[in-house]
């Protein structure tokens, strides 16, 4: 079964701090990976994309890695500030099914404090 | 350019109620999506179109329809609302087939009493 797993499920961390959200997926076959980010009451706005052969990529301060070999995903902001108070989704894509099917995890809340 | 837009924002609906949802975009994009997002769950997906004139059935479409009379709009109808339909209706649209990023609208909050 196709499965996206984030975790943890809530963190909380002080302005100007590093983290790291962890996903984990058995999605098969394996098209692309990439990493939203939803605010409360708004819609998902992607942040990165990686496919198979892409490690990690970079978009200011938001650096997403890939290890295909383990099907593991993380997501590291640095120097967080209180805009990135949101929810973060992994979301891979599946080949095939007509519509290059996604399967989204759960999200991570994340909240920063000043 | 406006993106994907949804209207409305929020409803409240009694059981047995109908209602429509409309998902507009101005981006000229093939692919359109509804999904429902409820808590501690990942979005799923209700229905589809790869096309004006075209819809297909996601993962979860019980209880909904959906129509593209206009590659630009995507409809959801509920027929009969149920308490089970409470939940958040994302819209989304995408240019083609591979390798394209999903554009979310700001969803819809619906609560069926």
């Known amino acids: 079964k196709n499965q996206v797993e984030q975790s943890p499920q809530s963190l909380i961390i002080l302005e100007g701090k590093n983290c790291t959200l962890q996903?984990?997926?058995?999605?098969?076959?394996?098209?692309?990976l990439r990493w939203y980010k939803q605010d409360t009451g708004r819609g998902p706005v992607s942040l990165t994309i990686?496919?198979?052969?892409?490690n990690t990529k970079s978009n200011g301060r938001y650096t997403a890695t890939l290890d295909a070999d383990t099907k593991q995903s993380s997501l590291h902001i640095t120097a967080s500030q209180l805009s990135d108070s949101a929810s973060y989704i992994c979301?891979?894509?599946?080949?095939?099914?007509?519509?290059?099917?996604?399967?989204f995890g759960a999200g991570t809340r994340l909240a920063v404090h000043p | 350019n406006a993106g994907v837009t949804q209207t409305p924002k929020f409803r409240v609906l009694k059981t047995g109620q109908s209602m429509t949802l409309l998902c507009a975009q101005d981006?000229?994009?093939?692919?359109m999506y509804w999904y429902r997002q409820d808590p501690g769950m990942g979005l799923r997906l209700i229905h589809y179109s790869v096309g004006e004139g075209t819809t297909a059935k996601g993962e979860v479409p019980d209880g909904y329809n959906v129509s593209r009379l206009k590659k630009q709009n995507f409809l959801l109808g509920l027929e009969s609302a149920a308490p089970s339909q409470t939940s958040v209706y994302f819209c989304?649209?995408?240019?083609?087939?591979?390798?394209?990023?999903?554009?979310f609208g700001p969803g819809t909050r619906l609560t069926v009493l």
């Open positions: 996903c984990n997926y058995t999605v098969s076959p394996f098209s692309n």
């Open positions: 990686m496919t198979f052969s892409e």
């Open positions: 979301v891979v894509s599946a080949l095939g099914g007509g519509y290059n099917k996604l399967i």
């Open positions: 989304a649209s995408r240019p083609g087939l591979a390798g394209n990023e999903q554009f």
């Open positions: 981006m000229n994009h093939e692919y």
